[in-house]
């Protein structure tokens, strides 16, 4: 799971749905990304990060998914 992404949804608030809408893209899809059973593409990386607020490089970086697991074991 990409907890970041659901951590940053979260903080402003906002559904699936939601941020979907706002990125021109299916909810099933979007659910897909932050579950990380699918990689977007750049282009749905780049709607997602403006919604969202945060640089769309974040989809393709590995560190990202490493720091998620080890926050998830703390919050455990």
């Not at 979907?20 to 299916?26: E, Q, S």
């Not at 990380?36 to 593409?41: A, C, G, H, K, M």
Request: with cysteine.
């Amino acid at each position: 799971m990409r907890c970041w992404l659901v951590i940053k949804r979260n903080e402003l608030g906002l559904t699936q749905e939601e941020v979907a809408k706002k990125a021109a893209i299916a909810r099933t899809t979007y659910a897909m990304i932050e579950q990380d059973n699918r990689t977007p593409s750049v282009n749905v990386a780049k709607r997602l990060s403006k919604v969202l607020g945060v640089d769309w490089t974040l989809f393709f970086e590995e560190k990202c998914h490493e720091s998620c697991k080890i926050s998830e074991i703390k919050h455990a």
